[in-house]
Every structure is written in C-alpha cells, then in structure tokens.
C-alpha cells in the first residue's frame, strides 16, 4: 500500500512514458491510418518481452550506449531496442548526422538506428499529431534488425499500410531507410 501511494506522487520514468506511448498510441489502431495502428507490431513485440529501453543519464554516455546495444541487439534476442536520453546537449541536427553515419556501419550488419528528437523541425506528419504528451521531455534512438525491419515493412506495403502516410514523411522513413540496402547486401555477400 505505501509503494502505491509512494508511486503516484513520483514522475514517470523515461521508460514508464515510452511503454504508455507505446500502449496508448503507437498500438492503438488509427482512423488517420484506415485503421491500422501507427506500429503494427509493437504490441506483439511488447507482450513478448522483445523490447528493451535503456535510460541514459548523460548526454556524453548517449552514443556509446547506442553502439553498444546496436553491437549486441541479436545476442539480446530483442526486436527493439529503445535508447533514450532526457539530458538535450545533442541538438536534433546532430544527433539525426551521428544516426546517419552509424547506419552506415551497422546496417552491414543487419542493424538499423532511427532517431528521434522532440526539437527536430522536420514536417509534421498528420496522423502523428494526437500523439501523446509527455511528463518528460527526452529523445531517443530506435535499434532494430534490418532485415527483419525491411521484411515487415515489405509486408506492410503490399497490405496498403503505407497508402495514408504523408509522402514526404515516407521519404523522410522508409525509403531512406530502403537506400542502405546495398550497403546491408554487400555485407551479405563479403560474409558468404
């Protein structure tokens, strides 16, 4: 009983906030999209524990932690791993050119990186705009399997997922992300 009197007078944590959105949110089907959710698989991902998000203290620690849960996602068995960080002396700019760069070291080998940065004066995007607020104010990076990744959004777009989202955010998303196929298959054949 005081844990739980405790509990409500205490903030989220980063994680606590990240699991609500993913809950509230991402899981929940959207009638912006025709009704698919904003992250088809995150709700099958959550129940089976294949999520892991890491809280990082200090800006300075940020990109070491990336590469480092980057470097061992697979041993991990994850299929998301969410790196986050609430100390802001990575402006936007930069951290989406460090995420830029290591993607070209690690989707090589077979990882993806995404960044996210609530100071990022990128598009808005429609069907993001009832987001939910949060108590804090961090970013974050993405870490998943790259082929798995691009397997499901295969997926996705032969079901018509992708037909109600903004052209330029699908640009900005998922044909960037397609271009770093060559780098990910040229990984594949120096590793045969």
Partial sequence: MKTTYRKLWMPKTITEEILEWSENFLEIPSKKLGGWSVCPYAKAARLKNEV????????????????SEARTIKEQNKKLVVVACDDFNIEAEELGCYI???????????????????????????????NLETENEFYMVLIQPY?????????????????????????DTVVKRKSYRRIYHDGKKEKS
Avoid at 52 to 67: C, N
Avoid at 152 to 170: C, F, I, M, R, V
């Fill in 147 to 171: 082929n798995e990744l691009e397997k499901a959004s295969e997926s996705l777009q032969k079901k018509g997922y992708y037909k109600n989202w903004d052209k330029e955010y699908y640009q």
């Fill in 52 to 67: 892991k998000i890491v809280e990082v203290e200090h800006s300075k620690d940020f990109l070491y932690t990336v590469t």
């Fill in 100 to 130: 830029d760069a290591l993607n070209y070291a690690y989707v090589y080998n077979d990882v993806y990186l995404m960044p996210f940065h609530p100071h990022d004066d990128g598009e808005e995007v429609e069907f993001l705009e009832d």
